[in-house]
């Protein structure tokens, strides 16, 4: 049944596999060029994961400044 329990899912214009080996400065710029909140995790500082479901977002997760793993929601 579309948009329930949560509204349709809205894709990228672009493979989120692109943004993994990139600075996460690039990948935020193109995530938000596509209207996208970005919402990074660095595997340096440890960093907390929420569990709440965000379809417009995108979470990056890094080390030492460059994309490891991304995915959205």
């Known amino acids: 049944m579309p948009g329930f329990p949560f509204p ?3 894709r990228p214009s672009f493979d989120l ?3 993994v080996g ?3 400065e690039d ?5 938000e060029r ?3 909140q970005v919402q990074v995790f660095d595997l340096d500082r440890h960093p907390a994961v929420t569990l709440e479901l965000n379809r417009n977002r ?3 997760t890094a ?3 460059v994309v490891r793993d991304c995915h959205q929601g």
């Open 17 to 19: 596999a692109e943004l």
């Open 63 to 65: 080390r030492r400044g």
């Open 22 to 24: 990139r600075k996460v």
């Open 8 to 10: 349709e899912l809205r």
């Open 58 to 60: 995108i979470r990056l």
């Open 34 to 36: 596509d209207g996208f």
């Open 27 to 31: 990948a935020r710029a193109r995530c």
